[in-house]
């Protein structure tokens, strides 16, 4: 236990992450400022595809408009992956790797023995378990005539105890100590079978894109919610009842048109779904998309 006594310091084992992950690059780092930062520091110095940037310890990282991400030393999985264009992963198709990471850090949240509940997406890149973050994704891209990248960077809340949380976000986040009743977590085994799952959904983001996004609506904590989204200064309100073709979301305004977002700045839920529409449940609204028109597939 630390000092505190309020979780497990689990130092990574880099030879173990080494041997079960041929062909990758890892670089394993007891403090950094930021995972993202430090994979874009390598990329720019022609680090290959699939370099992965790996910490015990990061003093600023961050997360979409900035957000800190709290992670005290030998508590949290703290990667960022580096992605080269390719073939099986052309530029066009970048906007697709949120998801796809978010689905890989589902795999790896329910492959922890445990848990009572299965993890959830929460639109455009946290992860949800018992209705609470236990993760979040940063994708960060850049492109130039000699070639481009793309980090993606994950943070998972795994051996945290609530008094590790700054006082306003303990209501609203989580992590697997939490969840597991005070177990703790293999560090270094889930590194492992986060970076083998989000091997498998990259290249399943460009294979079968549409069954990803059936994924992640099955797995969507926002289905059927009302919301308040705020995207380019303007605030919108609705029920969230789909993924679009890109992955964005579609909104149903309260005059029955169904708008599609591309990405907002704030989703904040304010109001439940209906009993009969919770996810999860047989009365589940389909996953759609919209067409043209604005109204959506089916209708």
Not at 67 to 76: I, K, T
Not at 103 to 112: E, H, K
Request: charged share 20%; net charge negative.
């Amino acid at each position: 236990m630390d000092a505190d006594g309020t979780g497990f310091s689990d130092p990574l084992d880099a030879a173990a992450l080494r041997a079960a992950l041929p062909g990758w690059t890892l670089l394993c780092l007891d403090c950094t400022s930021s995972t993202n930062d430090e994979a874009r520091r390598l990329a720019a110095q022609g680090a290959p595809d699939r370099t992965a940037v790996l910490a015990d310890e990061q003093t600023a990282g961050r997360g979409r408009r900035g957000a800190r991400w709290v992670s005290p030393a030998g508590r949290n999985a703290l990667v960022s992956v580096l992605c080269r264009p390719s073939a099986a992963l052309p530029p066009e198709h970048w906007s697709r790797l949120t998801l796809a990471a978010a689905l890989a850090g589902c795999d790896a949240l329910d492959g922890v023995p445990g848990l009572a509940a299965s993890a959830e997406v929460k639109w455009p890149n946290d992860l949800y378990l018992s209705g609470r973050k236990v993760a979040g994704i940063l994708v960060e891209s850049a492109w130039a005539a000699a070639g481009g990248h793309v980090v993606i960077g994950t943070g998972f809340n795994l051996n945290l105890a609530p008094t590790d949380f700054p006082e306003d976000l303990r209501p609203t986040a989580t992590s697997l100590w939490m969840e597991r009743g005070g177990l703790t977590v293999n560090r270094t085994r889930f590194v492992i079978d986060y970076l083998r799952a989000l091997e498998q959904r990259i290249a399943a983001a460009t294979a079968d894109f549409p069954a990803l996004l059936g994924e992640a609506w099955e797995r969507s904590w926002l289905a059927q919610r009302r919301v308040q989204l705020t995207a380019a200064g303007h605030v919108v309100e609705g029920v969230v009842c789909g993924l679009g073709p890109a992955g964005e979301l579609l909104l149903r305004r309260d005059g029955g048109a169904v708008e599609s977002i591309a990405s907002a700045d704030l989703v904040r839920p304010i109001g439940e779904a209906a009993p009969s529409e919770q996810p999860g449940s047989a009365f589940r609204h389909p996953f759609y998309w919209v067409g043209a028109s604005g109204r959506a597939a089916g209708e």
